[in-house]
Every structure is written in C-alpha cells, then in structure tokens.
C-alpha cells in the first residue's frame, strides 16, 4: 500500500523564520511528488517533482526530491503571517490518483 | 477563466440519506478526480474517472459512486450516508500533457454534514 509520511504535524514560528517541512514515501510506481498549500479549503498547487537533486523554486519556497532516500523537503525563508496554511504533500504514482500525507500545519506568528 | 466548480458548498444530511455532489472540470481538462478529506487529515483518493471512464477506485465501500458526463463534468454519489462520512468532498481536474498530466487542479470542495 502506498503512504507518504510528512512532518513535523505542526509548527509554529515567527516572521523571518526559515522552516522546512518533510515528506517521505513508500509507492509502488513513482510518477512524480507534488506539494500543495491549503488555507481554508481548496489545495492549491505549489511545486511538483520529477526528478532528483533538481532545486524548484518560486519566490520564497523552494523544493527538492531526492528518489533514492524517498523523500522531498519544502523550504520557506523569511516567513510572513500570509504563510500560514497546511502544506501537503502528495505522490503520483500513475495518472494523477494521488497519495496524500497527512500535512504540516505551520503557523506564523508576526 | 473558470476554475473547477463544485456545487453545493455546504451541505448537511441524515444517517441513512442518499446525497450527490457535483463537479465542473476546467474547460478543456478530461480527467476528473474526487477526494475525501476528513477535519485534520490529508485527502484521500476516492475515483478518477478520464473521458467518461473510471479509471481508478479508492480503498471505499460500494455506498460510494461516481460518474463522469460528456461534458466532462462529474457527479459523486453516497448511498446510506454514515456519520464517519462528514467531511470535505475535493475535487480536482487534470489534462495529459506530453509525457505525463498536468498536476491536479482543486475545487473549493463541499462540505457535508451528516447528523
């Protein structure tokens, strides 16, 4: 069965902080990781990896996935109270059926 | 340009009712997918359904069911609604792109209640 692990479940920091967020996976038939950030209800998308030691970066976030160890990390430098969300991430192991973990919720605080 | 839509937004029923929610896809996306997402849990997969086809199911008893329009929009049904079946009902929409698929697009999801 497939599982995506994130951690930590929860953080809290203040603005300016740098925070990272993990994701580790089991899956049969990786296609590719997504990570999404969802505020009150609709998951909206951030990054999505395919590839291994690839940097994505967009603005403040970046993130990276590493297919050998199985796991992607998401970082956010210089938090602001607009950050403040749960951030899941996801696996795609064939056609978009995707695998969630069960989130990091971050909070920051100003 | 439209998002994927989801109607209603909000909806509260009995143990042992029948409810049915629905989907618009981006125009232009095939590839419907629904997601069960329960208060302080990450989504889980329930169907995708691709040019009218289920292409895949979820670990759900049969009370669940879905089907996918010529238009492409989508219809999630449960039958004998539980209470364990309160939660935000997700959406997303896809395309396949050379190589792969689009990442999945959401929905602003519904959220039922049942009582």
């Known amino acids: 069965e497939d599982k995506v692990v994130q951690s930590p479940l929860s953080l809290v920091v203040h603005e300016g902080d740098t925070v990272t967020l993990n994701c580790s996976y089991e899956?049969?038939?990786?296609?590719?990781l997504l990570w999404y950030k969802q505020e009150k209800k609709a998951p909206t998308f951030l990054f999505m990896l395919t590839s291994s030691g690839i940097e994505k970066k967009s603005g403040r976030l970046s993130s990276i996935l590493d297919k050998k160890e199985l796991f992607s990390i998401l970082n956010i430098t210089a938090t602001q109270t607009g950050d403040s969300a749960v951030y899941l991430c996801?696996?795609?192991?064939?056609?978009?059926?995707?695998?969630f973990g069960g989130g990091t919720r971050l909070m920051v605080k100003p | 340009d439209a998002g994927v839509t989801q109607s209603p937004t909000h909806l509260i029923k009995t143990r042992g009712q029948q409810v049915t929610l629905r989907c618009s896809p981006i125009?232009?996306?095939?590839?419907v997918s629904w997601y069960q997402q329960v208060l302080g849990q990450g989504p889980q997969f329930i169907f995708q359904y691709y040019e009218k086809e289920e292409r895949g199911r979820g670990n759900f008893p049969d009370r669940f069911s879905a089907r996918q329009f010529p238009n492409y929009s989508s219809e999630l049904n449960v039958n004998a609604l539980l209470l364990g079946d309160s939660a935000l009902y997700l959406c997303?929409?896809?395309?396949?792109?050379?190589?792969?698929?689009?990442?999945?697009?959401f929905g602003q999801g519904t959220r039922l209640t049942v009582v």
């Open positions: 997303a929409s896809s395309s396949p792109v050379y190589g792969g698929e689009t990442e999945a697009f």
């Open positions: 996801a696996v795609n192991n064939a056609g978009n059926m995707l695998t």
């Open positions: 899956v049969t038939n990786f296609r590719s």
């Open positions: 125009s232009g996306h095939k590839s």
